[in-house]
């Protein structure tokens, strides 16, 4: 029996939770002409979840981080 390790589990499941709530409008829209336009906006709430992120879906994602530099997630 194959056992996947936490850590891989983890990106697999941030990975399900990403597409979940973009497949439908990504689906929806229309392909254009430049793939920089394509790109999606994710928003994260501290860096650990835009290094998940950004290891998941690498250049294909636009990141927009909550907390503002210094701060600290708490504040939100």
Do not use: C, Q, W
């Amino acid at each position: 029996m194959n056992r996947i390790p936490g850590r891989d589990l983890a990106s697999l499941s941030l990975g399900a939770l990403l597409l979940a709530g973009t497949a439908a409008p990504a689906a929806a829209a229309s392909p254009s002409p430049d793939p920089a336009a394509d790109r999606l906006t994710v928003a994260v709430a501290f860096y650990p979840i835009e290094e998940a992120a950004r290891a998941i879906a690498g250049d294909r994602i636009e990141i927009a981080d909550l907390t503002p530099v210094g701060g600290s997630p708490h504040d939100l």
